[in-house]
């Protein structure tokens, strides 16, 4: 098992304090968090041991788990790559792409493993189309979240919109080409509500929307290719693909046909693939483990990471524009 430490012991870091504790992937060893009196009330709850300091916590193990707010993630992540040690970071990466590509750099002279907290590619209904999705041209992804003070210190594009980056640069095999955006400030100081149009060089668009002042929580991608539509919902775990194939000389009287202006038919099929329950972010910590043990490359990259940043500090861009 691989010894683990978690760095940061606020709402997201005990969950992975209590997920790396269940893994069998993984020997917790206790955390640091620099609020002192946090860390020794969660310390004193749940019993899980407390390091007095970032060095004395990446000496005692193999991975680190970076669950700090974002500034912090690249002096400690740099810490522990130049100890030897494997990294787990919270999405986004970092707040720069400079800092980012530092520790793709130092990660590859050091050998070590990195893996960015990009958690809805383990979602299983993302996970259960994944490999249906092929050569998307136009993607729609709607992320919309009731407000929540938590995450309020960074814009919705790096709260909450960056998770539909990641994974619609994880299936569009292509550079972006231009990007358009707009964003509003409601009740923050940065944007609550943002809107983005990622325009690929192979031709492919995206049209991303996302919100943290909703009335309801809503998470949905629909990707649409030849002959293809698949839609996820993150949020419900639902997902569907229907797809088109050329219509039979005699098919089924029920079966639905289109015919073109060309008198072309295609026959249309219903897919509801079967989506099996999960923990997606254990998942991500496990198959980060595998990675290591196997020295394959993680399913997040460092690398992935980075690009995802890019585009979002490029969007961001836009409304400072």
């Known amino acids: 098992m691989l010894k683990a430490g978690v760095l940061g012991a606020g709402h997201l870091g005990k969950i992975h304090l209590r ?4 893994s069998e992937n993984y020997n917790l060893v206790g955390f ?6 946090q860390a020794e009330s969660i310390s ?3 019993g899980y041991t407390l390091f007095d300091s970032v060095e004395s916590l990446i000496e005692a193990v193999d991975v680190v788990d970076i669950v700090t707010p974002t500034f912090a993630h690249f002096e400690v992540a740099k810490q522990a790559i130049i100890a030897g040690k494997h990294v787990f970071i919270e999405k986004p990466i970092t707040n720069t792409v400079a800092e980012a590509q530092e520790l793709i750099e130092l990660a590859n002279r050091y050998n070590v493993k990195g893996q960015v907290g990009h958690v809805e590619r383990f979602n299983p209904a993302y ?9 998307p041209m136009f993607i729609e992804a709607h992320r919309l979240a009731e407000f929540n003070p938590r995450g309020t210190d960074v814009p919705v594009v790096l709260d909450l919109m960056i998770h539909d980056i990641d994974a619609i640069l994880s299936v569009v095999h292509s550079p972006v080409k231009h990007i358009s955006a707009s964003g509003v400030s409601v009740i923050s100081e940065t944007p609550d509500i943002a809107n983005a149009r990622i325009e690929f060089e192979n031709g492919c668009v995206a049209n991303l929307t996302a919100s943290r002042i909703s009335l309801k929580n809503m998470r949905k991608s629909r990707f649409f290719q030849r002959d293809a539509y698949i839609s996820v919902d993150f949020f419900e775990k639902k997902c569907e693909v229907v797809k088109m194939k050329d219509a039979p000389e005699k098919p089924d009287d029920f079966a639905m046909i289109l015919q073109n202006a060309e008198g072309k038919k295609k026959q249309i099929y219903f897919d509801n693939p079967n ?7 254990l998942d991500e910590l496990d198959t980060f483990a595998n990675a290591i043990k196997n020295n394959s490359k993680p399913i997040v990259s460092l690398e992935q990471g980075k690009k995802a940043l890019e585009v979002a500090l490029q969007i961001i861009d836009c409304f400072n524009e």
């Open 44 to 46: 004193k709850e749940f």
């Open 127 to 135: 996970k259960a189309v994944a490999d249906n999705i092929d050569n």
């Open 32 to 37: 640091f968090d620099a609020s002192k009196s």
């Open 275 to 281: 989506v099996p329950s999960n923990n997606a972010i």
């Open 19 to 22: 997920l790396l504790e269940q």
